[in-house]
């Protein structure tokens, strides 16, 4: 099984670019994530999607936005790039959000730079 | 709501050297706890976790994980580590009833020769 799939593993940007993070996932579950990960921090919640058609801010949503495009699909969109959006990008699944004893299951990440 | 504390950032050891990596939490109703590893450049994968039952819980890699209720701990350790331990850590927790896995900010542990 492929898992938790996210395109493209690098990406550099200029500032003031778009650009779509892809993630797909194959495990016919219900709830998908997006973090970044910067170092000293953690990872930190952009947005989530509960279910297919429903999703939600996290802790850091400013400038993204995302969509679930159906069960197996969820894409992070960045309107217009800035340096402090420089990070590593996550894309994770879960059966369901809340009392998810199975844990999540992440895929192998986005390095983005934006210069 | 829930929180994580990592309470060291960075963890050298020689080989062969015992390890114990902390994570305290803060929670208002009973937990689920997970411990996640992350090996350079990958993503992160599951390492051992806790939901009911027996306190100590153990990975097929080793590694062993101890709930503490009353501390709020849920600490990793291994007695013997290995040059192929070096990755990142990260503790995470999540309600058992609702709410999102909540990481911690993550442990270096870098084993040296």
């Known amino acids: 099984n492929a898992g938790v799939t996210q395109t493209p593993k690098f990406q550099v940007l200029k500032t003031g670019q778009s650009m779509t993070l892809q993630c797909a996932q194959d495990m016919n579950h219900n709830s998908m994530y997006w973090y970044r990960q910067d170092p000293g921090m953690g990872l930190r919640l952009i947005y989530y999607s509960a279910s297919e058609g429903t999703t939600d801010k996290g802790e850091v949503p400013n400038g993204y936005n995302v969509s679930r495009l159906n069960k197996r699909e969820f894409s992070l969109r960045l309107e217009s790039a800035a340096p402090s959006q420089t990070s590593v990008y996550f894309c994770?699944?879960?059966?369901?959000?809340?009392?998810?004893?199975?844990?999540?299951?992440f895929g192998s990440g986005t390095r983005l730079t934006v210069v | 709501a829930q929180s994580v504390t990592q309470l060291d950032s960075q963890v050298p050891v020689f080989e062969e050297a015992p390890v114990e990596l902390r994570c305290n939490y803060s929670s208002s109703v009973s937990v689920y706890l997970f411990w996640y590893v992350q090996y350079p450049n990958q993503g992160l994968q599951l390492l051992l976790k806790y939901l009911s039952g027996s306190t100590l819980v153990e990975s097929i890699n080793g590694f062993e994980a101890e709930f503490n209720k009353s501390q709020t701990s849920f600490h990793l350790r291994k007695p013997s580590v290995h040059i192929s331990d070096t990755a990142e850590y990260f503790c995470a927790v999540s309600g058992i009833s609702y709410g999102k896995l909540t990481f911690g900010q993550g442990t270096i542990l870098t084993v040296h020769p």
């Open positions: 994770a699944s879960s059966l369901r959000t809340g009392g998810e004893s199975y844990g999540y299951t």
